[in-house]
């Protein structure tokens, strides 16, 4: 059997590749380009590309593609073959440093938030040669950026890049502050813990709302879901072992560091867990990762579900950002340290990031605002829609003492001059986890929580790169200026945490008194994502992304334009999908019941003369529900009409949350009821019990 460490990264065009295949002097230029973000050069693009294609050719490849990330929500590619024709009537192989490069895809197509129109067609993209190109299914892979004729940003990735840089610039004045003149650059990290369910593909094929949506739009919950506890950490079943073997095949050859794999806590549900990479790697990967998942899922004859609730009353998948900032030398700068100097340091990036979640935590939950993640935010097993920040018992005790300008623990009888006196050594491990923080402070890195299976990890990334940056900024500003370092920093972390420790909460964020409590502090409570979206529009928001160069002005409001888009579009699909079940499915499956049961009640009467209590009740029930049913479709039916009226997209939006959802509910209610006292016979495809224990 071939050994992993001999196919991982096999389909990868990463640095070793690039070592033995490129001359010295090309080698070392790329590196310049990827590390330090100089300009690329035509004829290293050009030497590149030709030891690129060749190494393709050798694995099979015969197309090449610019591989980007649109604000669909899924990544884009358009094949072109290597090949060109010769004189004498046949082809050669041609790949140049100018296609390597740049590419030309109709960006007509595309959401733009109105920064383009219809007719205006042209788009490019451009290399990202900090992440690596690959070979999948034939064809070269190159990541790219992607922007428009006249260079507005209409992807994920170019923001993302922009953030990073933004924080690296205003991280880097911060280290020259504490001496570290050697740095050249600072970078976050992500670990992106990825959630999903699995079901029988001939089941999901028996279900118009799965395949239409992702999610079950009807379904009554089976005797058993995740009482017992005992699917989490249990042992996997053979045919969701095979497809997990396979799918980490998959992942290593691609060269993703796909390292744990789990039964997460509802039936059918798993997880599995990456190493941390740089985080626009990470992010490519992550959307690569799904694209696989969703792939050798088919190979087993088996669907992976990567909606956020395609289950009502079972747990819904999220998506875990580990998130961490590192210099090139490697210092982690969210890890305590254990000199006067790393303590200082440390503290001063933590309250950084403290104040930049309570300033911009609007942004961060906007970040991670779906249609679907609606369902699953503030539900039992993830996050609530408030933001907060857990650090633990020590950790806040060690700020609780700076506040008051008091000994820590009582052990020392100085006051803690930060930078001047050792801060007590902060363990990695002292503290519990709490999985109901949206925000938690993990030893040393944070995890945010709240980001929903199926979306892409650079929205949450890039809002929150750029937060941390502009506090950054604000603190080098101040730092830079004052005449007494030392004190000028414990002056400053003091009132950061003084004025910011509203938004700390190490306690139960499931509890309702945790909601009415957030609310006396002041935190916002967004609860959909028609009450986030817009804020990205707001003042504070678009000076503070400008000045960092994330977003034009014109982008963020075409952000706002596009997500919401997104999220009315999702719900009236889903809300026509239900209507088309109800009519052509539902009622006439329990009308069929009902009318089979009456007609056996007279059966049954005619030939001795019963009673037929529980027959007769049944039918009544049958009838109210049927009529209870098609009220609510019609009534459904109704707003779907009125929806399709609204051209205002913030009132569309409203609408969808104050109109549409509720009465989608409603129909829902009724159907699940009579689900439960219709024959199982009747029942027109897979119900719960199945789907959740088929596999």
């Known amino acids: 059997m071939e050994k992993v460490t001999e196919y991982f990264g096999s389909m990868v065009f990463d640095d070793r590749i690039m070592k033995a295949t490129l001359s010295e002097k090309v080698y070392k230029s790329l590196k310049r380009t990827i ?110 950026a992607f922007c428009s004729y006249t260079g507005e940003a209409l992807d994920k990735k170019v923001p993302l890049l922009r953030s990073m840089e933004a924080l690296n610039k205003q991280a880097i004045r911060i280290l020259k502050l504490f001496g570290n003149t050697s740095v050249k650059s600072v970078k976050t990290s992500v670990g992106p813990e990825q959630e999903y369910f699995l079901v029988d593909r001939d089941m999901w094929k028996k279900r118009k709302d799965l395949i239409m949506t992702g999610r079950t739009l009807f379904g009554a919950m089976p005797p058993k879901g995740q009482e017992m506890d005992d699917h989490y950490f249990g042992s996997i079943k053979p045919r969701v072992a095979e497809y997990m073997a396979d799918l980490d095949r998959e992942l290593w050859k691609l060269g993703i560091l796909a390292k744990t794999k789990h039964n997460e806590v509802a039936p059918a549900q798993h997880e599995l867990a990456p190493i941390y990479d740089t985080t626009n790697i990470a992010a490519d990967h992550n959307q ?155 030893g040393n890195k944070f995890e945010f929580r709240m980001l929903g299976s199926s979306n892409s990890i650079s929205c949450a990334n890039i809002h929150l790169n750029a937060a941390v940056a502009e506090v950054l900024k604000q603190f080098a500003d101040k730092l830079e200026k004052a005449k007494d370092f030392n004190k000028a920093l414990h002056d400053l972390i003091r009132k950061t945490i003084k004025d910011h420790k509203r938004i700390i909460f190490n306690g139960n964020g499931y509890d309702d008194s945790w909601i009415k409590e957030a609310e006396k502090r002041g935190l916002m409570n967004l609860k959909t994502t028609a009450d986030a979206m817009p804020h990205i529009c707001d003042k504070k928001n678009v000076d503070m992304l ?94 779907i009409a009125k929806f399709k009226g609204i051209s205002d997209i913030i009132k569309a939006s409203e609408f969808v949350r104050d109109t549409m959802i509720p009465a989608m509910d409603k129909l829902r209610s009724a159907a699940d009821k009579a689900e439960t006292v219709t024959a199982e016979d009747y029942y027109p495809f897979p119900t719960y019990d199945k789907l959740l224990f088929g596999v």
């Not at 067609?121 to 790219?144: C, E, M, N, Q, V």
């Not at 060690?398 to 001047?420: F, N, R, S």
């Open 35 to 144: 590390d330090r973000g100089t300009p690329l050069d035509i004829s290293v693009a050009n030497a590149v590309a030709a030891a690129m294609k060749d190494w393709a050719i050798e694995l099979g490849a015969t197309h090449y593609t610019h591989w980007f990330q649109p604000m669909t929500g899924v990544t884009a590619e358009k094949h072109d073959s290597f090949i060109s024709p010769a004189p004498d009537g046949r082809v050669i192989m041609e790949f140049s440093g100018k296609e390597l490069v740049k590419g030309e895809p109709d960006a007509s197509s595309f959401p733009s938030g109105g920064l383009r129109a219809t007719f205006e067609a042209r788009g490019y993209t451009a290399w990202d040669p900090t992440s690596y190109a690959f070979i999948k299914d034939g064809t070269l892979y190159i990541p790219t």
């Open 546 to 639: 400008t000045s960092h160069g994330i977003f034009t002005e014109a982008e963020i409001f075409s952000r706002r334009d596009i997500m919401l888009e997104n999220y009315v579009k999702t719900v009236n699909i889903e809300a026509v999908t239900m209507v088309d079940m109800a009519r052509k499915e539902i009622i006439p499956a329990v009308a069929k019941f009902a009318a089979d049961t009456a007609s056996a009640v007279s059966v049954k009467k005619s030939v001795s003369k019963a009673a037929c209590k529980y027959e007769t009740k049944l039918v009544t029930e049958l009838s109210e529900l049927i009529d209870e049913m098609d009220a609510a479709t019609t009534k459904l039916e109704a707003a």
């Open 288 to 442: 690569l990762t799904m694209e696989i998942m969703q792939k050798v899922a088919l190979r087993h004859n088996l669907v992976c579900l990567l909606h956020e609730k395609p289950f009502a009353g079972v747990n819904g998948s999220g998506k875990h950002n580990n998130w961490s900032i590192s210099t090139d030398a490697g210092e982690n700068l969210l890890s305590p340290g254990e000199t006067p100097a790393e303590n200082a340091q440390f503290l001063l990036f933590l309250a950084a990031v403290i104040k930049a979640v309570d300033d911009y935590q609007d942004l961060l939950r906007l970040s991670v605002a779906t249609a679907g993640n609606d369902h699953r935010l503030g539900a039992n097993e993830a996050p609530p829609a408030v933001i907060s920040i857990f650090l633990g018992d020590e950790l806040t005790a060690v700020l609780d003492a700076i506040e008051a300008d008091k000994p820590y623990g009582g052990t020392k009888k100085e006051k803690m001059q930060l930078g001047v006196d050792v801060l007590p050594k902060f363990s990695k491990d002292s503290t519990d986890r709490n999985r109901t923080s949206p925000f938690a402070f993990t």
